[in-house]
Structure formats: structure tokens, C-alpha cells
């Protein structure tokens, strides 16, 4: 069976959407995919059988709605450590909105739960209080990895995406029964394993190179580069689980920002068609 892994990278997810338009003109179809913080969003997608004219639409409205900073929780959060020295928030950008967004696409598709997706899916989170990795799957798989993990069937397919999506100190974290969850790139950012588990005999891997980094004063960037950092290792094993692995270099985009959405779609489109023949040769 063959399994698609889509890593998370923020608003680079973009050029996913052509990639996966690449793969659907090549006729390739998939079994089961998984999907990692931005990733998730388009592994959902994928899965709900979303064109990829509303995966562009839904990623454009997430951009505009979604990537400004709440300046009251700022406000109250510069309060709070004046006062006493704890910044009492837990991100600077409201969701509530993205979840509304998530809910609605997911009802045009008549899904709710994980459940309800008929391709077998899994989305990769992380639980702050167990630090295990949680994953939100459509069905339940018995594998060596039972215990390593937290699995979740039942959940609401938007929760598992806002868990998923949670990056720290930007984005909320998730609360879901006795869990408290974040992004689920801070520890497995492709998430091969589980599609290993799902009975995945191929895997392609959608993933994208490491962004050139020029040490500056920019918060925001140390803490990307950081997390960067962190999950070098795990990513660079998940990769060897994938038959072929398609790196993206997206110079104009990153976890909030993108310049330009067409150019970033032909980039994610081109590097699947770059690597044509190899990927009909197993996949097809």
C-alpha cells in the first residue's frame, strides 16, 4: 500500500498544493497519509477529497485571518510580566477563528469526527503533560508503536488539526479531554512512522529544505531556527523511512508569511515533475 507523508513548515505548505496537483496528474493515488502541523492541514484536505482549488482558497483565508498578532492578549501578556514576571498567555494569535474555518470546510465534506474520513489519515501532535506524541487517526492500527504513542480516534477533525497546528508561544496550545497539546513538528515533523504502521509498504515524503539562516536580533526567527534545531535529527530519520523523499526549497515563504502563492504552488509542482520518473517508476 502506498502512504504520502506531508511535513510541516508553516505557510510553505503552499507549494504542497502543487505538489499533490503534480501527483494527481501523474495518476498516482494513495492509500493512507499523514500529516504534521501545516502539513496536517493539507493531509486533511487530501483526505476529505478537497480540490485544490479550495486547499488554496482555505490556506489564502488562513493567511489573512490568521497570521496577526492579537494585540490584547500582548497587551495583557506585557501586563502580566511587568507585574509579576510571567507572561500569563499562551500565544499571541487567536484560533478560534481557524477552527471556525476547519469546522466548515470539514461540514461541506459531511465529516466531523477522524472517523468519518475514509482514507485512513493520521495527524501528529504532542501532549505538553505526557510529552508523548498523540495521534489523531481515522481508525484505530495495532503496531510496535502502541505503547510510544497516545492514539485518538473520536476527536473532532478540526481539534486534531488546531492541536497539530499549535505552534508554541504563537499559537495556543490545545486542550482536548485530560490532554494539553502543541504542534506536533516540535518532535516528529514527517511523520513516516505511523504510516509504517498503517501498513504502508511505499512512502512518499513531502518535506523542504532547511532554510539558510543569518543570525539577527528577530525573536521570532531564533525561535524558528530553534525548533529547527530540535527536530533535525528526528526528521532526518523519518526521511530514510520514505522511498523517496521530495525536499522543496521555497525561498519565499515561511511559517507566516508567503510572497507569492501562484509562484509557490508551480515550486511545489515542479519538484515532484523534477522527479518524474522515479516516482512513476514505484508509485504508478
Known sequence: MKGLAIAGGGLKCVAQIGALK??????????????????SMIASMYAMGCTFEEME????????????????????????????????????????ELQLLLKEVAKKKRIDLMSDVKLPISIIAVDTITTKEVIFTSKIFQSDLNNEYIYIDDAPIDIAIRASTAFPG??????????????????????????????????????????????????LAILLRTCDIFSYDRMEQSKKLADICTNIAVPGADLLSVDNFGEC??????????????ILKLFA
Open 265 to 278: 504552488i508551480k515550486i511545489g509542482y515542479n519538484a515532484i515533475m523534477n522527479k518524474k520518473e522515479e
Open 22 to 39: 503534480a501527483l494527481d496528474e501523474l495518476g498516482i493515488k494513495f492509500d493512507m497519509v499523514s500529516g504534521t502541523s501545516s502539513g
Open 170 to 219: 504563537l499559537f495556543p496550545t490545545c486542550n482536548y479531554k485530560d490532554y494539553n497539546l502543541i504542534d506536533g513538528g516540535t518532535k516528529n515533523n514527517l511523520p513516516t512512522e505511523p504510516l509504517k504502521a498503517m501498513g504502508a509498504d511505499k512512502i512518499l515524503a513531502l518535506t523542504f529544505e532547511l532554510d539558510e539562516y543569518i543570525p539577527k536580533k528577530d525573536l
Open 57 to 96: 482558497e482555505l490556506i489564502k483565508n488562513y493567511y489573512k485571518k490568521f497570521t496577526k498578532f492579537d494585540l490584547t492578549k500582548l497587551s495583557k501578556g506585557a501586563i502580566s510580566f511587568l507585574k509579576s514576571g510571567i507572561a500569563k498567555i499562551d500565544g499571541v494569535i487567536n484560533t478560534k
